[in-house]
């Protein structure tokens, strides 16, 4: 059983397209995460949610918005897609309480934008 | 920002032969994390360092946290083929702040 699935694996659209990659967990974790992993391989973190709230909005074109209908799931939908937006997107999610904790990370979604 | 600085960026070595990846930070790090992300895989965790001087082996691999928890290392004895792949460490913090990464090629 996935600890941590997303969807779709891969995702090829055109420039100006808007899309969505759902996350979900069943690992019973309260914080999400998601990162984005350049074609040099350099993970970012982008989002994180704790308990549904937002916890970290790094430094993220405002075309992204993450939302986390429940604890269990956080989805990422991106407007007017630019190449730039390339990359692989990894969704991750942790434990609670006195931390730190190790991350569980999604398969991850290779995004293609042409 | 936090910045963790990983070296090399690339290590290829014949299978048998030892293999090193250092972390470096110009601040002192609340704790380590290392993990390995096979080819067209996802990030898996390794391992956590926490205490100063801290050294914690898993079968071949040896990770050490120095003294100052300034920097970390992750040595693999006797390397494998199953070993290839790239090896990060992060700080783990309200999020991960992951250094480069080393990817590891393995050649038998």
């Known amino acids: 059983d996935t600890a941590v699935s997303q969807t779709p694996k891969y995702l090829v659209t055109q420039m100006g397209n808007d899309k969505s990659i759902k996350c979900e967990q069943n690992?019973?974790?309260?914080?999400m995460y998601w990162y984005k992993q350049d074609s040099k391989k350099f993970l970012k973190i982008m989002f994180s949610?704790?308990?549904?709230?937002?916890?970290i909005n790094e430094t993220v074109p405002n075309r992204f918005s993450p939302k986390s209908p429940d604890k269990a799931h956080l989805n990422l939908h991106i407007n007017s897609l630019e190449l730039g937006d390339s990359a692989v997107y990894f969704c991750a999610s942790s434990g609670q309480g006195v931390g730190p904790y190790e991350q569980y990370f999604g398969p991850g979604t290779r995004l293609t934008v042409t | 920002g936090q910045q963790v600085m990983q070296i090399p960026q690339y290590q290829h070595v014949q299978e048998g032969e030892d293999f090193t990846t250092y972390c470096n930070s110009s601040?002192?790090?609340?704790?380590i994390q290392w993990y390995k992300q096979r080819p067209g895989g996802h990030p898996v965790f390794l391992i956590q360092l926490v205490k100063s001087g801290e050294v914690k082996k898993q079968k071949r691999l040896t990770f050490q946290f120095g003294e100052a928890k300034k920097n970390s290392s992750l040595h693999i004895t006797a390397t494998q083929t199953t070993d290839v792949g790239t090896y990060f460490c992060a700080e783990a913090g309200t999020a991960l702040i992951f250094g480069k990464g080393t990817t590891l090629s393995v050649s038998s």
């Open positions: 949610y704790n308990n549904k709230e937002l916890i």
């Open positions: 601040t002192t790090l609340s704790n």
């Open positions: 690992l019973g974790h309260d914080t």
